[in-house]
């Protein structure tokens, strides 16, 4: 597993990866944006070029980048889809230019509507966004269930990779405070087995391609997207290890997203304990296979 955390890109791409370094991150992501706004920066062709030298053989394994929040591909608006297409394949476009692993895309939401229209003018926008765009995959993330926001299931999360083409670049990111929030316990083992599973099924092994660790401030089936710093909510250290040590995820990147101690992002104590607690979670996994 490559553990990493997401980092600011306040000085460039060149400070964001020394800031993973700086970390003990094996994997990073990135805004290619301001996340809450639609204009687009563009990176300097210098700093391109540098991060790709820095990415050759380095510690850093794997960067993603997030696309921004305010994307929502499924709405019945059509300026807000329009800027929605505008703003991913532009991420796209930019995963391309640093050779990212992948955007990771919150879809979008269906709001109040039909869920099964949100799904299909989803795809459609993401299909043009991959068309316009040359080989960066896109990960769907799962999401918690919040305000209609797609994905909340495995088999919404089937239906939108479906809806948007089943193109090899796509792929999906799991998140473990999401998954709590929208019903599924993986705080233990057989649990986490059994959603694994149940992804699998629904979506294909193939198409789980990447992680995010959080722990979640709010309740098991709660449908609230609130992260908590990793082992300090609802998952503890003990769930958190549950899900870094699940098998199947074994050569996955694996992104830290909560606010941190200091409310500035994962700090290097946030990374360490994560490569703590999946030592302790498989450790655990093999005392259970000896009984």
Sequence with gaps: MLIGAHVSTA??????????????????????????????????????????????GGPIKSATIHAVYLINTASDDRDLRKKSLTALTNALLSGDAIGAYAVVLHAGSAKAGDVAAAIKRSGKVIREALSDSDSCPLHLENTAG?????????????????????????????DSCHLYASGYDIREPE????????????????????????????GLGSNRDRHANVGEGELGRRGCATFLSEPRFDDLPCVIETQGKARQGPDPEEVQLAWDLRKQGLRRRRRRRRK
Excluded: Y
Aim: glycine share 14%.
């Design 146 to 174: 919040a305000g209609g926001t797609l994905g909340r299931s495995f088999d919404e999360l089937a239906a939108l990779l479906e809806a948007a083409g089943g193109g090899k670049r796509l792929g999906v990111c799991l």
């Design 191 to 218: 649990g986490m087995t059994a959603v694994v599973d149940e992804c699998f099924q629904a979506v294909g092994a193939d198409r789980l391609r990447s992680l995010h660790l959080n722990d979640s401030a709010a």
């Design 11 to 56: 000085g460039g791409l060149v400070q964001a990866h020394g800031r993973g370094v700086e970390h003990g991150c094996a994997a990073i992501q990135v805004f290619n944006q301001s996340p809450r706004q639609w204009r687009p920066t563009r990176w300097k062709p210098d700093d391109v070029a540098e991060f790709l030298d820095l990415m050759k």
